[in-house]
């Protein structure tokens, strides 16, 4: 399989890591947790999302984990679930990525672009 | 059933893609099926997963792409060349289906371009016969139709051997093709300018790769046409052996000729007067005047009285000169010129008006065409428009006027050349091929209610 362009890094990938990044989960958990961290703006779809699952895996920043049931808590069909973990290069990347997106956030305030003392 | 129709568009995605993830991107359907109710929710979860769709499908395939470009294409074992799958999995049988369905098509379409090289004369002249006394284009189709008709097998297996010209051949219909054009047309300087044009361009090559005996004959006719513009010279392609020598009617034939006849009425097959007056007569060919006259006479009588003539042809197939001539004698009150591209012009093309007794000569005539309105019946619609004595009705007619001479070149050759100088008062160009614009342009079928129409207003307005 070729390997995906993850160069730059594109915000689906990006939000994934991010999701990933308080604890594992499995596809429609990822879904569901980028759709909060983003207030709905962004709603991955199937194809999308797994199509940036398998770039991911294939960079080695997401690792699957083994099927399993479904934690409590979580909306439950019973149905067995692969689940998926941010690897320590994930964490690398997406700590990278958001310190770049700082350094941007702080040239558009510069700027005047942006108001406000957030970041 | 929402499901279902998820899972098809599922299947759009390459197999790596559904064989890995393909539940699992059920299963996340399902979840917001089952989590997002309501109906602006279950609006925005298919908007969601159509747009969703439109962007990561052509992600997936461009992933694809490299796969295919890199993959070595000949991994052969002992210089044997081995087939590599793209997909690791067997076939679905739908897949299968509209690839057969896709091919199929393909094939049928390719098999219908190759017999319908284009538009060419020969196809209408080769469809209808034509009773003519002289050994006339037409006439001898006629006959290559009925010999086809009954021993098609021979001739297929014929064509099959003539479809493939070579050059030799090429040449030899070319010489044979010019000779005739040099002795026979009607001004030796253009025939013989004709028959050069012929030679040379089979020297310069111009008429390599014509395989197709048809699309032969139309290309040199075109080159003969380039020379002169005379519509009337033909080269024509027969799939079935043209006969020998163009043979006249036998004794037999024309004994079988009287009793059709006499059954269809000489192809009057209605006459009548309709309301308001208006005389009707639909004739479906010009019969021959040595049989019919009587027939014809009496047709003609019978609306004799009417107030106007509408003379339905849209069926008519053509026929023998002579009956045009005697048809259009009784709508002149003197006798008129009928310009005809087959007959030198002698006394034979004024009409014998007026006729004793005749009470049409004055009445407002209607001819109602359609495509098939063929040959004598575009002689008789082409004049009397010309002449400004009737109104064409419908649509533009066929188109033959086969004024030429046939001379055969070999079993599937002939040219015809026109060997009469005909004079044409009116225009520079007949029929020929172009056929007769209607003056009223109407759907064929609507050709008579229209004529009708106007013959009434015509006849309010007196």
Redesign the interface.
Known sequence: ??K?KLDPLPSSAFQILLALAGEDL???GI?RQVAEQTEGRM?????????S??TLLEAKLIEELEEREEREGE?S?G?R??YYRLTGAGRKLARSEAERLADLLRVARAKKILRGDYV | MFEKIYSLLLRLYPSSFREKYGDEALQLFRDRVRDETGSWPSVRLWFDLLLDLAVSLPQEYLYLRPELVGARPLRSANGVPSFCFLESEPLRPAALLFGGLMSSMAILTFSILLSHPGRHAGTAAATVGQIDGESRISQSQSQQSDSSNTESEPNRRELGAIARMDAAERRRVVNSAATILGKYYVEPENGQRMAEALVAHEKRGDDDGGTNGTAFAALLTRQIREVNRDRHVTVEYSEAVLPERPVGPTAEEMTRYREMMKEQNCTFEDVRVHADNIGYLKLNSFPDVSVCRETAEQAIASVNEASAIIFDLRENRGGDPAMVMLVAAYLFDHPEYMYNPRENTTEQNWTHSPVPGSKLADKPVYILTSPSTFSAAEHFCYDLKMLRRALIVGETTAGAAHSGVWHRIDDHFGVGVPEKKAINPFSTADWAEVGVEPDVKVNADEALKVAEELANKKLRQK
């Open positions: 399989m070729p995906r499995h596809g429609y879904m709603r991955l779809g199937p194809g999308t999302l797994y199509s699952i398998q909306s069909s149905a679930r692969r």
